[in-house]
């Protein structure tokens, strides 16, 4: 069975703040009936979950970086009921805190270029001089886009060279770009590699990773359409690289998210009666927040930003509310303070439509997902997107713009999928959506029948995890 590590910012449930956790953490479950056996390194936070948790060390070292001498330790669970080996690099003073990017003021901290250089360097460092080797190095997004490079051109690391390296890019926005003065925080290389670096005039770890990695993919097939369509600057460079690019779509850890033993939940789903388990969810998420029965409950859950849509939801439901529109809606996330403040001023000035929460609570989100009728995401781009995933699991329909893997994923009812479909994420697309939304509530039998057709749908990990598979054996086969 071939061995793959996953190497990752992220890892639901050590540590997440986005989609790449919950991937992270649920792919290295479904691989071995694949046939790989997966592993997990991540940084050793000091957040909720890494607290009260014991340690045992398997590997230590040290290397340069600049001026410091950066020693790392690395280690797994004494007990580990994760399903998988998850190894964790600990870097004290770096990687020590309680929060995964961003600092006390809210942005991002401003040792970042040495935070992500040292993980990586750590990582590699231990690969080349340990016992353990792994098959595949599959590496997620930005922050470990630079390892492709090291294992490859890296003076002290050419013992790893022919381990083939996969990118997996959950989201391309984020280029992990740093100023060429910190070219000396990377592992010793010759300098006629500065050009593979080089994008813009900075070190673009995104791109330096789609030019190293033997095999890029995205987490939906139309997100990797649409970044070959506009990319913005690396258009270019994600033509160049077509060859080896593909889009794999995410799946749902079936086991986690499973209405009828999940945790967070006080009304579980029973005998699957979905439309008590729906009834009994929705009628405590109202009370909890005292807002209107009678009519569709509409969910948000997620970071509350302009890529999301949050800032278009708020003017939006302004304007529907405003006009007496008979629906009501949760709002559970955070994000962009002047965000933040718009929608807590809609839930003062709706106390009895609107309900804003500013917070991450997965108890909360779960709630959302079973109590709600539809789960709106008006982002305006979505390289996978699996709150529409979670929506459907739990009898939520998906109310949804056309892009990324939301287009995989949701076709509109109109062509007989299984949810409501609007393009061009703006305040009157919106709002038109909404309308569907509430005129489809309207019609119970047809409401009714499109959630019995969401619950049987098949969104698991295991056909996302054979494609994987086979993706890795490709990349052994063509080292023979």
């Excluded at 698991?460 to 063509?478: D, F, M, P, R, V």
Aim: hydrophobic residues 40%; charged residues 20%; positive net charge.
């Amino acid at each position: 069975m071939k061995k793959v590590l996953h190497i990752s910012s992220e890892c639901y449930p050590a540590a997440k703040a986005g989609g790449m956790g919950d991937v992270v953490g649920a792919l290295p479950l479904y691989l071995p009936a694949a046939g790989a056996k997966s592993s997990v390194i991540i940084p050793k936070y000091a957040n909720k979950w890494f607290k009260g948790k014991t340690f045992k060390a398997v590997a230590k070292g040290s290397f340069a970086m600049g001026p410091y001498q950066i020693d790392y330790k690395i280690q797994t669970l004494k007990k580990n009921t994760l399903g998988y080996d998850l190894y964790c690099v600990d870097l004290p003073g770096l990687f020590d805190r309680d929060s995964i990017y961003l600092d006390v003021d809210g942005h991002g901290y401003k040792d970042e270029p040495q935070r992500n250089i040292a993980f990586q360097t750590a990582v590699v460092d231990w690969l080349a001089k340990g016992k353990t080797s792994f098959d595949i190095l599959n590496c997620h997004d930005h922050m470990t886009g630079l390892i492709p490079f090291m294992v490859k051109y890296a003076t002290a690391y050419q013992s790893l060279s022919s381990t083939p390296t996969v990118l997996t890019i959950h989201n391309g926005m984020y280029k992990g770009e740093f100023d060429w003065k910190i070219a000396n925080y990377l592992p010793p290389y010759s300098s006629q590699h500065d050009g593979i670096l080089d994008w813009d005039h900075k070190i673009n770890s995104l791109a330096t990773a789609i030019k190293c990695a033997w095999k890029v993919n995205t987490v939906s097939p139309n997100y990797m359409k649409e970044i070959m369509r506009d990319a913005g600057p690396m258009t270019h460079l994600y033509h160049m690289e077509e060859h080896k690019c593909l889009g794999i779509l995410n799946g749902v850890d079936t086991k986690l998210w499973d209405p009828s033993t999940d945790s967070f939940l006080e009304h579980k789903l029973q005998d699957h009666v979905w439309v008590k388990f729906k009834q009994q969810n929705k009628t405590a998420l109202l009370k909890q927040f005292g807002l209107k029965s009678r009519r569709p409950l509409v969910g948000f859950i997620g970071r509350l930003t302009d890529q999301k849509g949050a800032d278009l939801l708020a003017e939006a439901l302004d304007q529907k509310l405003s006009s007496n529109a008979n629906l009501s809606m949760i709002i559970l996330g955070t994000g962009d303070v002047s965000i933040e403040a718009r929608l807590q001023e809609l839930a003062k000035k709706y106390p009895k439509s609107v309900a804003t929460y500013i917070a991450y609570d997965e108890g909360l989100a779960r709630s959302i997902y079973a109590g709600c009728d539809y789960l709106i995401m008006p982002s305006r781009f979505e390289p996978c997107g699996l709150n529409q995933l979670f929506a459907m699991r739990y009898g939520t329909i998906p109310v949804v713009s056309d892009v990324g893997g939301l287009v995989d994923t949701v076709p509109d009812i109109s062509i007989k999928g299984n949810g409501i479909v609007f393009g061009h994420s703006n305040i009157y697309a919106i709002q038109h959506a909404l309308e569907r939304a509430i005129a489809l509530y309207k019609e119970k039998n047809t409401f009714k029948s499109l959630r019995s057709k969401l619950v049987k749908l098949d969104y698991s990990w295991s056909k996302s995890a054979e494609t994987y598979a086979k993706l890795y054996q490709s990349l052994i086969n063509s080292k023979v």
